[in-house]
């Protein structure tokens, strides 16, 4: 195993050393002290196994394509933004708009994100151990979207295709616009337990309800426009005007 020590190279080297030992022949790479460095793996797209022993910052392993990922720390913002295949794997917790459109691959976050996991994803699998935070799956346009805690409000706000899984009891009243709230089928169900197996999570499939975009009795979408609630009475006296 190779090992590369983010304490002796300047952020933007970082990655360029790592597709450099991928280069001469490195499958598995083991990465020290990166103390939250950004663009962490950012493009890498070779059949390689890295593990990065501690935190990094924004847009981690953007573009990742191929290679399998593991982060033992936490992430930035934008965890795996555009991700095509691999997986991605993050043992604690993330920051906003993880998984942002996504196209494929796995990306597993087995503590808590923060808002718009999923936003605008395209394909692909997010699965979330802990709570999302508001407009989970927001603008999805395929993929699915697993969260085994709470939603936050606006769940599949606006959503085109695609699915959130969620075992919320209370997710039926935190549906953003343009969803429903619906049924997990049997095929659904096990599905999900092939996924829960495979990464360890202790959950079944038959305790998730999903959300699905909201079609009308034609089978066809219908969309209203996405609005955010103004408070402007609120926003004024927290400005001291």
């Not at 934008?78 to 917790?93: F, Q, T």
């Not at 959503?159 to 343009?178: C, H, V, W």
């Not at 999903?210 to 009795?217: E, G, H, N």
């Given at each position: 195993?190779?090992?590369?020590?983010?304490?002796?190279?300047a952020?933007?080297?970082?990655?360029?050393?790592?597709?450099?030992?991928?280069?001469?022949?490195?499958?598995?790479?083991?990465?020290?002290?990166?103390?939250?460095?950004?663009?962490?793996?950012?493009?890498?797209?070779?059949?390689?196994?890295?593990?990065?022993?501690?935190?990094?910052?924004?847009?981690?392993?953007?573009?990742?394509?191929?290679?399998?990922v593991?982060?033992?720390?936490?992430?930035?913002?934008?965890?795996?933004?555009?991700?095509?295949?691999?997986?991605?794997?993050?043992?604690?917790?993330?920051?906003?708009?993880?998984?942002?459109?996504?196209?494929?691959?796995?990306?597993?976050?087995?503590?808590?994100?923060?808002?718009?996991?999923g936003?605008?994803?395209?394909?692909?699998r997010?699965?979330?151990?802990?709570?999302?935070?508001?407009?989970?799956?927001?603008?999805?346009?395929?993929?699915?979207?697993?969260?085994?805690?709470?939603?936050?409000?606006?769940?599949?706000?606006s959503?085109?295709?695609?699915?959130?899984?969620?075992?919320?009891?209370?997710?039926?009243?935190?549906?953003?616009?343009?969803v429903?709230?619906?049924?997990?089928?049997?095929?659904?169900?096990?599905?999900?337990?092939?996924?829960?197996?495979?990464?360890g999570?202790?959950?079944?499939?038959?305790?998730?309800?999903?959300?699905?975009?909201?079609?009308?009795?034609?089978?066809?979408?219908?969309?209203?426009?996405?609005?955010?609630?103004?408070?402007?009475?609120?926003?004024?006296?927290?400005?001291?005007?």
């Open positions: 195993m190779e090992h590369i020590d983010a304490a002796l190279i952020n933007k080297d970082l990655n360029p050393t790592v597709w450099s030992a991928i280069e001469k022949g490195a499958e598995e790479i083991f990465i020290s002290n990166v103390h939250s460095m950004h663009y962490v793996l950012a493009g890498t797209d070779q059949p390689v196994k890295v593990t990065v022993e501690d935190s990094t910052g924004m847009y981690t392993c953007s573009y990742l394509e191929n290679a399998e593991r982060i033992k720390g936490n992430v930035g913002w934008y965890a795996g933004d555009n991700m095509v295949s691999g997986k991605l794997i993050v043992e604690k917790n993330t920051g906003c708009n993880v998984g942002a459109y996504i196209v494929g691959g796995d990306l597993v976050v087995y503590g808590s994100t923060g808002t718009r996991v936003y605008g994803m395209k394909g692909g997010i699965v979330i151990g802990g709570s999302a935070e508001r407009w989970a799956g927001q603008m999805a346009m395929g993929g699915e979207l697993i969260v085994l805690g709470t939603l936050g409000p606006g769940a599949g706000e959503m085109y295709q695609g699915k959130i899984f969620t075992r919320d009891p209370e997710a039926e009243s935190k549906l953003g616009g343009n429903a709230y619906s049924d997990i089928t049997d095929e659904e169900a096990a599905e999900l337990d092939t996924v829960f197996a495979e990464y999570f202790e959950a079944q499939g038959k305790q998730f309800h999903v959300i699905r975009p909201f079609l009308d009795a034609a089978g066809k979408h219908t969309y209203t426009l996405f609005r955010p609630i103004l408070e402007p009475e609120k926003a004024a006296k927290r400005r001291g005007k």
